[in-house]
């Protein structure tokens, strides 16, 4: 099941019909509707006001952050897997999967969701940059493997929760197989730009990357987690293996299918080890990856469409790169928008459809049951990437009937991003 739980037209018209009292759209249709207002965290006075103060249809004790406040988190990172050969090797459709992905089915009870990059490249620094803050690419300044700088202080999940918890009540860890693009450096010089986790490394209890290997990713964790059972566990563990094979042999390369096959046995290890030291029922567990990869090709120009599956019932639809952090924060009942000089999170949390009455020109619908479509006067075109480089066009791959794109006045006669010559050539001829 590609969209998960066929109630969700019953819990979008609830939600319609119920309202939320912090705003509505703007007349004009195209505006969102304010996310000021918060629920809990746990303990809060908002967990028993009989008001729906996120305005997600959700009140007191049955939205997540109200549900309990001894729980962990841990984001699986499986980098660089592809949607389609996913539910391939999920469906034994491969050879190297001829016992499908036991271990996430087994989490996720067999139902999955997509995942959708519409912000930055479809890279692993702007990936994970995102997946751990929920900021557009551009507001992090991390864009592409390429452009990028650290993400500011105070951006990431681990720096906002902890100030919410206090640092002695909840562990951050951050587990990385791969060096540069999920590094932590700080660079001396000018000219040479410091990893993206050079500031967020300084700011989490645990932080290791370079791990390459998915045993040495898997024992580190484990260890992890028997070192901090007794404690509050906010963490990622992040597998590099499914990229690193798919650059060196392709998409369709039988060894690209065993590394799947291969995370996935380490996440029924970390699994198994919850269930030995008995917090297994008080984790919810996030399996995602940053981005796909093109079909049949060795890189990811252009490979927006991944997966994301969890053990968290409360998610209800399919999502944005950058959803994934708006969820997380809301199920510790951390605030999504801005504080001080930190801007409000650009994600929306997964536990409900964004609180806009349509999308706006310039930003992205995203094909799920229920989601906001473009509003009036729009036209939606695809997600096509133009290589300036190369003077080529690179079309998405890897998400079979995915009908995602940009809402724009693409046949105005004027090119305006996200327009290219690409997906409006009316508009940007070459």
């Not at 994301?308 to 997380?328: F, L, Q, Y």
């Not at 199920?331 to 806009?356: Q, T």
Request: charged residues 20%.
């Amino acid at each position: 099941m590609r969209f998960g739980i066929f109630i969700l037209a019953l819990v979008v018209s609830l939600a319609t019909a119920t309202g939320c009292g912090n705003g509505d759209a703007d007349p004009a249709g195209e505006q969102p509707v304010s996310r000021v207002g918060q629920e809990g965290p746990y303990g809060a006075a908002t967990c028993s006001d009989g008001v729906d103060n996120d305005g997600d249809g959700l009140i007191d004790a049955a939205d997540p952050p109200c549900e309990r406040d001894d729980f962990n988190v841990l984001i699986i990172g499986w980098d660089g897997v592809q949607r389609d050969h996913f539910f391939e090797c999920l469906n034994r459709e491969i050879p190297q999967c001829e016992n499908g992905l036991p271990h996430i089915t087994e989490l996720s009870k067999g139902v999955f969701w997509n995942n959708t990059t519409t912000s930055g490249y479809t890279a692993t620094k702007p990936g994970w940059a995102q997946i751990i803050s929920g900021y557009d690419a551009e507001v992090m300044g991390v864009v592409s493997n390429k452009i990028y700088q650290p993400m500011p202080e105070g951006y990431s999940i681990f720096e906002k929760v902890e100030d919410v918890y206090g640092d002695e009540e909840i562990v951050t860890l951050f587990l990385a197989g791969k060096f540069g693009n999920t590094g932590g450096q700080c660079s001396p010089l000018e000219v040479i730009p410091s990893q993206p986790f050079c500031v967020t490394k300084t700011k989490v209890d645990h932080f290791e990357n370079g791990l390459f290997l998915e045993k040495h990713v898997g024992e580190a964790a484990l260890g992890l987690l028997e070192q901090y059972k007794e404690e509050r566990i906010l963490a990622l563990f992040h597998f590099a293996q499914p990229d690193d094979i798919g650059h060196l042999c392709g998409e369709n390369c039988p060894f690209y299918s065993a590394s799947i096959v291969s995370v996935d046995e380490w996440l029924g290890r970390i699994v198994e080890k919850l269930h030995d030291l008995g917090i297994y029922e008080k984790t919810f567990i996030y399996v995602i990856s940053d981005h796909g990869f093109d079909e049949t090709k060795w890189n990811h120009r252009n490979a927006p469409y991944t997966f994301m599956a969890t053990n968290d019932t409360s998610v209800m639809r399919s999502g944005d790169r950058k959803d994934m952090a708006p969820t997380i924060l809301e199920r510790y009942g951390v605030s999504l928008e801005a504080d001080g000089e930190i801007p409000a999170i650009d994600g929306y949390s997964l536990y409900s459809i964004p609180p806009i009455s349509c999308v706006p020109e310039g930003e992205t619908f995203l094909d799920y049951p229920g989601a906001p479509e473009c509003c009036d006067g729009l036209t939606l075109i695809g997600l096509d990437r133009a290589e300036p480089n190369f003077q080529i066009c690179v079309p998405p791959t890897g998400g079979a009937n995915e009908a995602s794109g940009r809402c724009t006045r693409c046949g105005d006669g004027f090119c305006k991003p996200p327009e290219n010559k690409c997906n409006c050539p009316e508009d940007c001829p070459a």
